[in-house]
């Protein structure tokens, strides 16, 4: 048997080795999209983020660019999926926040004790629900019931908004808003809820007996307390929004142009990616498969500064092992 | 003081409270109609914001299980998607997160045990906790690329169970970090001074107890980690494929069926036999879910009565 200091150095330099994969896998990842989106960000260069135009040109000859292979006449522009991404998840955002922030103040406040952890027992199954099963309740009964109930009435009364005019669709950006601020719901509750919670009860107790109403002491004494770590927890929902790629794909009416209403279908560089990387295989100089790796690369540097931002401030908020778990 | 000083909440002056509160100042009693309508109208929007969140998940529940229940039957494990059963893409989920749980717990708990044993302040340690917070957030799409750029075209392994395994590891790698750092930090430190004390080095017989205390907290990690590789449609579409046939283990270049794929394949088909496949796997894979999630809530109350 070894000396103890002999394991004892061993078994911490073996779990440091281990602890380390992370970072090779965090490395590994960014090498791979660099290289594999190099190729289109020599070709297209600027005009990749500013151009509307998504055509792979299948049909023309290729012809050289910048000592690369590529189609005649192609052109990879971003911007319509990088428009759908951000008016979703803002819309997921205008939804969600307000809805989530009335939960936690429903459950902190106003709900007897039982029907609190019942509730917070279904917000946390919700978290859990797959995103393909959100995407497909969206496409069977959201989708229908828009397109039939809510958004005629929307057509009908709020058509002095430029937005809200036109021809409804059921699948598009309401639709995709919607699913998204569903699916971010959970997240932002439960941390808000947490944090809510710690506002210590001495200070609840000091506004009650000022005569202070239930919203005023959440609206005076627990949301100052709490206030970094809900908006930590609310740019956490943002990127998950920003990444969320089954549900709007199924939801969103994958469109090729920007959208002109609120109606509108929409499509999200994350939708986009996962469904034109089959037809990208076809393209014999590659450049289709380069241009949605730099797609790709995009959304990784988006959803990595909004995340990096949430973390910082809910780490510097207050968090319980539950609420981080579920994040 | 319980204030937060970063924050820019002053303490109302008293004489401000007490003239604001005065039953006998007229001002006042009409504020407080004010301030009691207020208060009714955000209990009214708390009590809507729940109910309107709730539907859709109820609906959500309460449909694929009627569904669910009314097409489960013992085909569903027998035959496979060509004869409008299951047992492929139950299988191959198996197989995947099988490989992909096989990678990511031993890397994960090792790397959380030497977060929390052997690291306290050290630069290294929050690097690898800041690296585990960037891969929990990024898209699984953009992991999804990754392993078919690495592993499918690259090392030339074509879709294959193993690319697929490969790439959800990453996805849950984070989360199991995280979970077994947290836990073993919970352990309280008499226990391990105490263990010192008898002469215990602190590699065997440290570990072996915090472990055994930690442990709870640590399969919770686990478990929620499973539940969201079981999640996960987009990686899997560009690293395992789809497939109609029994999936094949540790093969390369053979595409496996798994249920959230069944899903997203079958769902806008107008053949109503698919679409019950696509029923049917959404049922399986909430029921597995939800068995996770109340499994998992038990054993952090069991956890944090320690």
């Not at chain 1, 229908?144 to 430029?162: G, I, Q, V």
């Not at chain 1, 499509?267 to 469904?275: D, G, R, V």
């Not at chain 2, 992909?100 to 045990?113: D, K, Q, R, Y």
């Amino acid at each position: 048997m070894l000396s103890a200091t002999v394991s004892d150095k061993l078994y911490k330099y073996f779990s440091a080795a281990i602890s380390a994969s992370a970072i090779v896998f965090l490395i590994v990842i960014a090498i791979v999209l660099v290289i594999y989106s190099y190729p289109s960000i020599v070709v297209y260069g600027i005009k990749f983020f500013t151009t509307t135009v998504w055509n792979p040109a299948l049909d023309q000859q290729p012809t050289m660019v910048h000592g690369f292979e590529v189609l005649r006449g192609s052109s990879f522009g971003v911007l319509v999926p990088l428009v759908g991404t951000i008016l979703s998840s803002a819309l997921a955002l205008i939804f969600g926040v307000p809805l989530s922030l009335g939960i936690a103040i429903f459950l902190t406040q106003y709900s007897p004790r039982r029907l609190s952890s019942l509730i917070s027992f279904v917000i946390e199954t919700m978290a859990g629900i797959p995103s393909v099963i959100y995407g497909f309740w969206g496409f069977l009964v959201l989708g229908p019931f828009l397109l039939n109930y809510l958004e005629p009435l929307m057509a009908k009364y709020l058509s002095f908004l430029p937005f809200f005019k036109g021809p409804v669709y059921s699948y598009g950006f309401l639709a995709s808003g919607m699913v998204l601020a569903i699916m971010i719901v959970p997240i932002i509750t439960s941390i808000s809820r947490d944090a809510l919670m710690q506002t210590p009860q001495e200070l609840k107790d000091a506004g009650r007996a000022m005569g202070l109403t239930s919203w005023e002491i959440v609206r005076k004494i627990m949301f100052p307390f709490a206030k970094s770590s809900i908006i930590g927890a609310v740019i956490l929902g943002l990127g998950r929004a920003l990444g969320e790629t089954m549900a709007v794909a199924m939801v969103s009416g994958t469109a090729t142009s920007l959208p002109v209403s609120i109606y509108s279908p929409i499509n999200s560089m994350a939708a986009f990616m996962a469904l034109s990387l089959d037809g990208a295989q076809v393209d014999p100089t590659k450049m289709f498969i380069y241009a949605l790796v730099e797609m790709a690369a995009l959304l990784l540097i988006i959803t990595m500064i909004v995340n990096v931002v949430a973390r910082i401030l809910v780490r510097h908020g207050f968090i319980t092992s539950e609420s981080f778990v579920q994040v | 003081m319980y204030w937060n000083k970063k924050s820019n909440v002053e303490a109302p002056e008293t004489a401000d409270i007490v003239a604001r509160l005065d039953w006998r100042n007229p001002a006042v009693i009409s504020n407080y109609r004010n301030r009691k309508i207020t208060n009714n109208l955000i209990k009214l929007f708390s009590l809507v914001s729940v109910l309107l969140v709730l539907y859709p998940v109820f609906d959500i529940l309460y449909m694929f299980a009627y569904k669910g229940v009314l097409l489960l039957s013992i085909q569903t494990f027998t035959e496979t998607t060509l004869a409008g059963g299951l047992s492929n893409a139950i299988l191959g989920t198996i197989i995947i997160i099988g490989l992909s749980a096989g990678i990511a717990i031993p890397l994960g708990v090792f790397g959380g045990i030497y977060m929390a044993e052997f690291s306290d302040r050290s630069k290294y340690a929050s690097v690898v906790r800041f690296v585990s917070d960037v891969l929990a957030g990024l898209p699984s799409i953009v992991v999804g690329y990754f392993g078919f750029l690495a592993l499918v075209l690259y090392f030339n392994w074509g879709f294959s169970p193993m690319a697929a395994g490969i790439t959800l590891s990453i996805l849950m790698l984070p989360y199991i970090i995280r979970t077994t750092e947290l836990s073993l930090r919970k352990v309280p430190s008499t226990i391990r001074e105490a263990a010192i004390a008898l002469g215990s080095s602190k590699s065997q017989m440290v570990n072996r107890l915090t472990l055994r205390f930690a442990m709870p907290g640590i399969l919770t990690g686990i478990l929620i980690s499973v539940g969201i590789a079981l999640s996960e449609t987009a990686p899997l579409l560009y690293t395992a494929g789809f497939s109609n046939y029994q999936p094949c283990g540790l093969c390369f270049h053979s595409q496996t069926a798994y249920l959230t794929g069944i899903i997203y394949t079958f769902y806008t088909t107008p053949t109503a036999e698919f679409q019950n496949m696509a029923y049917l796997a959404a049922f399986l894979l909430i029921l597995t879910v939800l068995l996770i999630n109340v499994f998992a809530r038990s054993l952090l109350r069991r956890f944090s009565k320690l």
